[in-house]
């Protein structure tokens, strides 16, 4: 791992773990990566998330944030499909 | 307020409506209503065995005390009684209950009303319905819109 | 259905909103709307120390399923539940439930804020307000609508 | 009594019976009596109940009923202020 790696936890739920398989990825990105960057090389190495991309939403740290929030090493990350709760 | 004015939770446990209503009492409040998502059995002619909810707990619990306070903040308030079930939830079981208690009616069900709809769209929880004939699927939902997008709106 | 649609009550008993939920509970039903009036202390600088309830019991009980039916011909509704207390209502204590169990939300609230509001106005039903310096006073009400009057309407 | 007599029940509630000071009262009513007939006769026996004439809506066995309502031996007539339930 290069210096400027960061290390960050990427969170799925619902249809996106059941079409991964698990619930946490451990992911290392460059420097300089975004929420944008993460979901496209995510949907490189999983297909079955790429047919999500467009409705994916992002949280970093338990907040929505777009896909253009700055990730740093420990942030959580979690891809948020359309909700139905209620 | 004897009590604090929120409660905000998230549990597998079946849902007591009582110890909702319990919670929303207050010798300030003239009107409380209680919303109760229950499960379904029948959609058309499609049978619901059962819902499963799947959620991204810590922020779910945060997105649901943020709509309280936005509720709060938009309607004089006595407590607000957020708490939403996962795992299996069998037909006629609640999925959520949504208090709310005011001085007088009218606020008490706009503030409902108002939550359960934001609910719906802005907190991370997920519904399965699993069919009596086995068929599963994840319900197609709305697309999340954070509830501080709600409020520039 | 399980159990009949319609529970239609006065009582001098504290009234009990787990049973009221229990009894709207149905696998037919997505949304179950609970309005519960209670004794508010403050209004303003007047402090109540309690409401007494007086009725034309057989006649508001009668004009109570009245609404029922009605509000069931305006909405598809899974159930209705309507108690009133009559006598002494302590502050915090419940006075009147008003249920609705319905498919969809909508609906649900829909209904639960007509069957309140139309019980106001219609139901022979009168409070007296007992405030903490020992007055008195039977609270002027609303000329009563007979529910009747409010379908032609 | 003649035998045109017709006796009726007239029930008070609320702000009236405590006027009154009776919740029930047994009327005797003349022929051709009806709602309106029997508030007039109740307004002149009772002054407290006159005050309230304005506001008063009649139900006969328990339904409401215009004043034009004509009354037969045996009705419940209940006077009924405005409400205020809930």
């Known amino acids: 791992m290069a210096a400027e790696d960061a290390r960050v936890t990427v969170l799925l739920f619902s249809v996106l773990s059941d079409r991964v398989g698990q619930r946490v990825l451990n992911v290392s990105l460059p420097a300089g990566a975004t929420g944008g960057s993460l979901l496209d090389t995510l949907a490189e190495e999983y297909p079955a998330l790429a047919a999500y991309r467009a409705v994916i939403r992002l949280a970093v740290n338990a907040e929505y944030a777009s896909e253009d929030v700055p990730l740093a090493a420990g942030d959580e990350v979690a891809l948020i499909t359309p909700v139905s709760g209620g | ?153």
């Open chain 2, 1 to 153: 307020m004897a009590h604090a004015p929120f409660y905000i939770h998230l549990t597998t446990d079946p849902l007591d409506v009582g110890a909702a209503f319990a919670f929303l009492q207050s010798p300030a409040a003239g009107g409380i209503d209680l919303f109760v998502g229950t499960t379904r059995r029948w959609t058309g002619e499609e049978e619901t065995a059962r819902l499963v909810y799947d959620a991204y707990v810590p922020m779910a619990e945060r997105e649901m005390r943020r709509l309280a306070e936005d509720a709060a903040a938009r309607w004089p308030l006595e407590g607000v009684y957020l708490v939403h079930r996962l795992g299996e939830v069998p037909p006629a079981e609640a999925s959520v209950i949504v208090g709310v208690a005011s001085a007088h009616r009218a606020e008490a069900f706009a503030a409902c009303r108002y939550l359960i709809d934001t609910l719906k769209k802005a907190v991370p929880i997920w519904k399965r319905e699993v069919y009596a004939d086995g068929r599963e699927e994840w319900v197609e939902g709305a697309t999340p819109v954070p509830e501080g997008d709600d409020r520039r709106a």
